[in-house]
């Protein structure tokens, strides 16, 4: 089992920036080949927002692609979120994702308000 723990969200103010964690931690094989970010509204369906592999590579969904950049520290198993230029429309849940030896793993999530 990989646990993901996330950290790092809040409340801010639109145009703010903030940076979402994510921690795995447990029995990793190897490496985590991919790390992800979701973000899931009440009533509505998990998005995803943004990928990183093993190699580095990235991938974002359009509507995030210059505001939000996705790293990762490979050796510390962690991903991290730099948001900026944050809109009311941002505030969401935030769920890491990662896939190990196959299976998905999901973190308990983490509150993001975007308010004035």
């Known amino acids: 089992q990989v646990q993901l723990v996330e950290s790092g969200g809040g409340l801010v103010q639109p145009g703010g920036s903030l940076r979402l964690s994510c921690a795995a931690s447990g029995n990793i094989y190897r490496i985590i080949i991919l790390m992800s970010w979701y973000r899931q509204a009440p009533g509505k369906e998990r998005e995803w927002i943004a990928s990183?592999?093993?190699?580095?590579?990235?991938h974002y969904t359009d509507s995030v692609k210059g505001r939000l950049t996705i790293t990762r520290d490979k050796a510390k198993n962690t991903v991290y979120l730099q948001m900026n230029s944050l809109k009311p429309e941002d505030t969401d849940v935030y769920f890491c994702h990662a896939v190990n030896r196959g299976e998905e793993y999901w973190g308990q999530g983490t509150q993001v308000t975007v308010s004035s």
């Open positions: 990183i592999t093993s190699t580095g590579s990235t």
